[in-house]
């Protein structure tokens, strides 16, 4: 049985990494941290867990969380953990982190587009970007993994086979995406008031949003250059779920079965990555609750560009699921253990 | 492994059945029944169930099914089961009615609150009311269940404890009842567009609601005598969920610790009724997705009535969810199993 | 022209006060107040607005709010207007109170209620609670009119008629209201956020809501005599709109006829309450945006029971399409001025 | 006063148009025409109406409209307009078609992306496009205009200048669209019920959304050149609104300010068009109600491209208030009359 802790767990993904662990064979939850809500019930604080989860909320204590527990995962702001970590934890525990704190390999790039100072650079190299299907292998048994963020798992898994086989132009690529409501937190902003988000959709953080950086790191190593690409973010009245729809200008022609193929040659055996059938739209409720991305693609002869799309809910594959499914990666447990979970709909 | 077949596959309640069934160690679906998408595969209707279900929809062939299955499940409308069923298939196979056609012992009362003949009255006396948590032994072995409606297993749950102890007079009580819009069906209804439903509510159905003679049935059968009362449902623009509002005259003074005295008697070892805190009102995002239905109470004592309010999910308590409920009392089954999902939030 | 100040014009309700200020001929605001954006351009703080107002907030000074303007509306939390309300202003300026300072007559109830002690008693006497259709003539030329509360003109508009007329025994009431969002006020609070309050549905302020003894006061001036009566408000998942439904017992038996005579009697040639046809309900969406009360009734035979509804906009007729229409009463206006906007749908 | 008839006032478009046309001053509905709802109360169709509109609907007989009317708006299905129109109707009435069949000059291209016959093609030169910010002039005293569509309005008036003045390569434009539910209209179908659009978006009509040759077209106009462009529609969990976040290659390094310099030669003097101040991105919530286009943009000096975005409302600017604004235009009224309503917020 691992012994999990959980720093921020009464965010949104801490929340969701509580639901997804109570339903995992393996694991077993010893640690609810939530600096705000220190010594209240973990169920006054979510109604749903109720009668399924008795204990209190503790501080962010990491020193005594890795003699207790066998991983950690923080959910927290960008900062905290970089300035948690240090090598008489990581001798003891392994951390699985949903902030941007070790994502990015360049610290000035970190720190330019984060405006914060990284505490602890000296982790970043061994570190390791846990997007599941690209990095299997390297994942498994390392004791620091970068969670990626949600907007750049379903971005880079929906473009990775076509930048990877240079079927497009990187420096064309335009990423339009749109994210339900729970990615924007649980703080107490006037802007995610329920009245603000609800009927009303807007852009924000355009040509400057975080993920930009990450994306084009991860796609970069895809096709062995430097890239740049637009990637703009939505917030989008509903409570979970991310959309991208990404456009990018071939290299030469292609014709659907090709590029079906290109995809199938990545995602075939994926578990987590299924790709629809022709001319089937990837939309966000067919993925809610569950760690799936769909990913689907249309090619615009008119233009010579493809049009494609993922899917994924921002709180499970986008962030509480990956970091379980990084977790067995680690501790050499079935991939999919505890993430077996069919889409709920409505 | 218990074999299922699903008459109504394609509605909300049936896609439920499919999503709560597939996470089932002990029964395997056979047949995905749905008259208008014969031969169509399940997931091309609903695109979550891609690379899970690979079945294609089949007719409503009760014959047939009585054949392949151990039990049947009809998530259809009115009247469809009572015209199927007849002694030959209850001889070699279980069903499990979410439809009303054998919920009301008198079937008088039955046709003129649903306006329709009934086709087997002769199974009516046969078919025992599957609400688990009362019924629980009769259900036991039965051959015929008449799953119990949404808005009734909410009601009934939050007011029998007070009912069958006398402490309200159970010709005051006032039922408000409020539902989430996947109760409203599957149908192509104007009425249920999205621009129709969004950013609005509405009673529907007062004092003529369909599930009034039922809750007043049941509720008659705890106080040992007829009982009318009062019955409004209202549609809410949201998916899942059905909250009820109720209020009874006290027969006596209480106070608030004799009355949970008395809700902790009747559900203090109930799996899935979880009777909050003092002061805790239920809410329908802590029970979505899940089986549990939430009950509290405030006392009034300025006016000498009671508060009582229940929150379940429709599709779950409401629906599939105490359907499967049933199906493991049939078949003697550990009652919870395929069903201890946590809700999911937000 | 009347010269507008409004104190609070950056909440949700003083925002409307501006939207409908525009559109009125006779009214021009002169003074957008607001503690928490001073000298912020109000425009900034609602997009909306822009190109259409170029004032920046100012602060709550009522001293030269009193010099500059002929009419101030508080659209401020419980307390504030009391606070500031003083002879000189009085003399100066006149006052609609959107807060529920000076609407309960009984200062200890007031205090009670509401948990904060009154600063300025001497002047509860003075103030005429502003529900336009029932206290149109003391309105006229009145200093100080308390405007009604959202729940309370919904309930008060939708009961009166039975209870002035002794058709049900008032102590007999249960009112079952459900509000929109923006019911709630615009400030930073999780409870509020949109993940927290979309899809899901909750009772609130069970039994000891503020908007009860508002309404036991002025249903009690109606049949003449102290009342008690439940009123439970619930949220819900939409921006604006209130239903209430409400219950009351037969004194005797009445027809449908008579009861609509009775209705019509107080409400046909009142502009802004739309008693609706036979057998159809009231729904938010049909009022929204307007300064509308929908209203309708339903007789229950069975159970002796009339099932009162009615709907509003809480921002329009609950908060600052009454306000307006107060200060159309007040200056001697056209009473509808300024408020003759149809409904927006969907 | 102008006496309108409307073909079709039974759709969301054609219940804006009413709305619109209610506080028009100097016209009157004189012809509720719907072929579903002949002989109903309109009120009984749309309950925002009651005591408002007394009339009945009426079929679609345009003979009769036309002896009646001053001007017919036909907010139908694509084809209806082009049928029922011949020379002598137009000698009397003049027609605002909410439609696409006027819209497109070449009716081969209408033809392949509606797939349908166009019926009096020898129109389509004389009809002028509606577009009232470019074709303004061209609008005065017609007899026959072609509304523009929703999604153009927003895409034509946010990328004009660009595309006018050779900012941008033409053929480099992708516009990435979400539009509001009300868009997909009033049919009773599954797609659009509650539950399906509900909590989720997601893309439809990629790479053929009929709407793209009508944006080539105009924007082709601009720059003097045929151009081929993306456009990719959304559907979002909302009722009203459409944003658009469009992408474009600079033909030279531009700054801020010369780019806000060319959008302010264009639209600084257009009422309905607001250009936002630096960084504001456009919100349909901003827009909600009235005939505003909000539009802005972001330089990306990274990748050479800009972004810009704009958003209206989908039924007033983007159809019904278009259309009376192109009335207002026709008959040589004020061309904001009826139209200048602030947005409606929240």
Redesign the interface.
């Known amino acids: 049985m691992i012994k999990v802790g959980i720093i921020g767990s009464t965010g ?1 993904a801490g ?1 969701e990494l ?2 997804l662990l ?2 995992h064979k393996e694991a077993e939850i010893v640690w609810y941290g939530s600096r705000s809500y220190i010594d209240k019930k973990y169920y006054e604080v ?7 989860v008795d204990a209190k909320c503790l501080d962010d204590n990491m020193e005594e969380l890795a003699e207790r527990a066998d991983v950690i995962f923080t959910a927290t702001p960008q900062g905290l953990c970089a300035s948690l970590v240090n090598e008489e934890i990581l001798s003891k525990v392994k951390i699985v982190d949903l902030s941007a704190d070790f994502r990015i390999k360049d610290v000035s790039v970190y720190e330019k587009w984060y405006g914060i100072e990284h505490k602890s650079p000296e982790y970043i190299k061994e570190a390791v970007y846990g997007l599941c299907e690209i990095n299997r292998e390297d994942i498994k048994g390392k004791r620091l993994v970068a969670n990626p963020g949600c907007y750049t798992t379903c971005s880079i898994l929906s473009l990775y086979p076509l930048v990877k086989e240079g079927v497009i132009d990187p ?1 064309s690529i ?1 990423i ?1 995406a ?1 994210s ?3 990615g ?1 937190g ?1 703080g ?3 802007n ?13 953080g ?2 400057s949003h975080r993920h930009t950086p990450e994306i084009e790191e991860q796609l970069g190593y895809a096709c062995g250059k430097e890239i ?3 990637f ?1 973010p ?1 917030l ?6 991310i ?1 991208v ?1 990404a ?1 990018g200008n071939f290299t030469k022609q292609y014709t659907y079965e090709e590029i079906k193929a290109i995809y199938d040659k990545y995602y075939k055996d994926e578990h987590f990555v ?1 790709v ?1 059938d022709k001319d ?11 760690n799936y991305v ?1 990913v689907n693609f ?3 002869e ?2 010579g ?1 493809i ?1 494609v ?1 993922g ?1 994924l809910d921002n709180l499970v594959k986008g962030a509480a699921g990956q970091a379980v499914q990084n977790m067995n990666l680690i501790f050499g447990l079935p991939e999919t253990m505890g993430l077996e ?6």
Chains 1, 2, 3, 4 share one sequence.
Not at 192 to 204: D, M
Not at 236 to 241: E, F
């Open positions: 949104y929340q509580v639901r109570l339903g979510f109604g749903n867990m109720f009668e399924i420096n335009i339009d749109k339900g409501t729970s924007a649980r107490a902003k006037i995610n008031l329920y009245c603000e988000v609800n009927e009303n959709i807007k852009a924000y355009v040509t740049l690409l637009n703009t939505h989008v009245p509903m409570n979970r779920g959309l729809t456009y299924r629809l089937v739209c990837p939309e966000t409720r067919w993925v809610e609750g569950s769909d249309k090619i615009d008119r233009t560009r049009v799309m899917a979970l069919a889409p709920m709909f409505p």
